[in-house]
């Protein structure tokens, strides 16, 4: 009897020991610099390469190695993953999984091409893309338009499960990419401007069984609050803080939508991730400070339960989505080594916080054309401590309904939208692609029909006055809040960065060129032009003993919405049609992805 007893011990002991730890496949891979696994490179979300094979001296000499065509004409967001010598590579709606043989010229091993309604399309707002695939455990993880999680067998490309994760008709879709973590799969949604109730939702990675759902806004059960052990700057939040921050049931309705980038601290045991905008874009129909929109959450993936939490842009009034990537980095703040939680926030400040305990540390400005607000308040005795303070003459809210604000910078596309940076630790600097674009901003009543757009407002985007440049591509300091250098670029920089231990970043332009500049000086030492514009995701990976960098080029996205629907009204895509409109002049439609290497 004491055997079994030890037995049963024992096996209970192993059991909680496995889920302990993060995905063991995932920490296994992250850590060979030879494959790219997940979107962000790692959990981290550095987007970092241990890869040298190509640096600052020769990068100048690299060249196209092959290229492949999706086949799909939208905006191409998200990369290529490597695993062994199989390369996954997907595509916008209809969302099209490759599986790419890297012994065999890109020999296509098998393909899954899902039936989805077409219906789908409208509802999804700033283009039909799709941030990416996951692997892990053998499987490939794929969120499609229509909110179905899918898993695929990683050699066969059979389903293994899917999961029904929202509903279409009620305005929720996903462009996101997935995260595993642990035995689960963490997945959002999108849908914030149908008024949809947004949510982070964690899947079973063997089974797809739902196993928590935690909403953005609402009551502190469904939130997954803890009043007294889930903190706000240091502090309890108390019951139902968000609840009290809306009028009568609006929340149900609230947005503070989910469908950007996931971290995860293996350590800490916390999951990080931000919420997007209240719904609706007219702040006069929803008084208060509308929480937890536009939030950093730091969340527990075993539970779903919030540890803590940090609004950004309390009662957004310009569309700020707080979605952006949350790297995790080891930095000394005033001498203290810290872990570190680093977020470019849409609204213009680059946040630093303490990802133990979401103790603000830095909140600057990444654009000095910013002007909604002149500072985040960080006086610690303050009682706005934290928030940003608002300038009367840009808020939308003050001026009122059917006024327009004019000039206000950024424009609701924001300083940095998805696009996500990339940081060095042989620098200790962050990459970061960024729009340099303001708006004038009218809002109007609307009211709320599920699967109808729930907007309620009119935008128009341009440069800031003076500019000429929409974009800029910079190094930022994150212990002290600085540029340490700027490139312009004629159009917003709507690719994600990579960073190399060979001291260069890459990145793409809207124009379509896939750019390499030293990552100390910022120097350009190659540009290459693709066949289309590039909002995907520039990656690298090692085969044969060879360095290759790979990206997709798809001209679309918010940016370019007005090319990749044909539209033409200025004021379409919430906006970006007008500001855009000189982009059909320098590229056009067309999914291709391009990978290049140092000739032989």
Known sequence: MKRLYASLLSATALALSASAYANESVLKNEKD????VIQTGNYANTRYSELNQINASNVGKLAPAWSFSTGVLRGHEGAPLVVGDVMYVHTPFPNIVYALD???????????????????????????????????????????ADTTV???????????????NGDPKKGETNTATVMPVKDKVIVGISGGEFGVQGSVTAYDINSGKRIWRAYSVGPDDEIKFDPEKT???????????????????????GGGTTWGWYSYDPDLNLIYYGSGNPSTWNPKQRPGDNKWSMTIFARDPDTGMAKWVYQMTP????????????????????????????????????????RTNGDL???????????????????????????????????????GEDVNSKGICPAALGTKDQQPSAFSPKTGLFYVPTNHVCMDYEPFRVSYTPGQPFVGATLSMFPPEGSSNMGNFIAWDATKGKIVWSLPEQFSVWSGALATAGDIVFYGTLEGYLKAVDSKTGKLLYKYKTPSGIIGNVMTYEHKGKQYVAVLSGVGGWAGIGLAAGLTDPHAGLGAVGGYAALSNYTSLGGTLTVFALPE
């Open 33 to 36: 610099p030879k494959q790219w």
């Open 102 to 144: 890297l012994n065999n010229e890109g020999r296509i091993i098998w393909k899954y091409e899902p039936k989805q309604d077409p219906n789908v399309i409208p509802v999804m707002c700033c283009d039909t893309v799709n941030r990416g695939l996951a692997y892990a455990d053998g499987k490939v993880f794929l969120h499609q």
């Open 150 to 164: 899918v898993a695929l067998d990683g050699k066969s490309g059979k389903v293994v499960w899917t999961a029904v």
């Open 231 to 253: 903190t706000v700057l240091g502090k309890p939040v108390g019951k139902d803080s968000s609840l009290k921050t809306w009028q009568g049931d609006q929340w149900k309705i």
């Open 315 to 354: 009662h957004d009034e310009w569309d700020y989505d707080g979605i952006n990537e949350m790297p995790l980095v080891e930095q000394k703040i005033d001498g203290k080594e810290r872990k570190l939680l680093v977020h470019f926030d849409r609204n213009g400040f680059g946040y630093t916080l303490d």
């Open 361 to 399: 540390l830095v909140a600057e400005k990444y654009d000095p054309a910013v002007n909604w607000a002149t500072k985040v308040d960080m006086d610690r005795s303050s009682p706005t401590f934290g928030r940003p303070m608002v300038v009367g003459r840009y808020s939308t809210e003050q001026n």
